[in-house]
Every structure is written in C-alpha cells, then in structure tokens.
C-alpha cells in the first residue's frame, strides 16, 4: 500500500510562484514515473508533468512548459512540482500520482488528496 501526500498549495498572484510537494510512503515508489495531475471545476483531469524514475526524463503540458519544473528525491520518496509565472488559468487541484508495480497485481497509480492552488490576477 502506498500512501501519497501533497503540501505547498495556497493563494497566489499571477505571476508568483508556487512549490508543490508530495511525499510518498510505502516500499517501490522510486521505481517508476510519478508526476502531477490538475483538475479546475468544470475540467477533466488534465497532465501537467511527469517524471521517470531516474529523474532524467519529464514531461509536461505543453501550457506549463517554460514555466514548471518537476523533480523528484528518491531517496525521500518526494516529487516536486515548482511552478513558476502562475497564470489565473493555473487554478486547480493538484493531485500527486505514483505508479508502483505490486505482485499479482502489476502496475498501479496512486493519487494524492489534492492540494488547491489558486492564482489571482
């Protein structure tokens, strides 16, 4: 079992930033990609980055890329999500996700609760 939490979420003007945490408990988390997902009211969940095991490979939306940078310390089971130039369109739930491959059952994703990030223009 495999437990995520996010921190870091607040209010912020539009073009301040943000630094979103998410520790992972629980044993094969620094094995496999983790990232973020965001949802605003009324929007699917859309991707907003992801990152392989290793850290050397990301991914993002292509509306936050120049602007968002994900990381992740394997060693504390953290992903990170530094967000910078926030536009009011950046309004959302964040939510952190792990992919952890589990016997008998192969690979599945955990979510975080969601921390709200909320940008004011």
């Known amino acids: 079992q495999v437990h995520l939490v996010e921190s870091g979420g607040g209010l912020v003007q539009a073009g301040g930033s943000l630094r979103l945490s998410c520790a992972a408990s629980?044993?094969?988390?620094?094995?496999?990609?983790m990232g973020w997902y965001r949802q605003a009211p009324g929007n699917e969940r859309e991707l907003v980055a992801t990152?392989?095991?290793?850290?050397?490979?990301?991914n993002f939306a292509d509306s936050v890329k120049g602007r968002f940078t994900i990381s992740r310390d394997n060693a504390e089971n953290t992903v990170y999500l530094q967000m910078n130039s926030l536009k009011p369109e950046d309004t959302a739930v964040y939510y952190c996700?792990?992919?952890?491959?589990?016997?008998?059952?192969?690979?599945?994703?955990?979510w975080g609760q969601g921390t709200q990030v909320t940008v004011s223009s």
């Open positions: 996700y792990a992919n952890v491959y589990e016997t008998g059952w192969g690979m599945r994703t955990y």
């Open positions: 629980g044993s094969g988390v620094s094995r496999n990609a």
């Open positions: 990152i392989t095991s290793s850290g050397i490979v990301t």
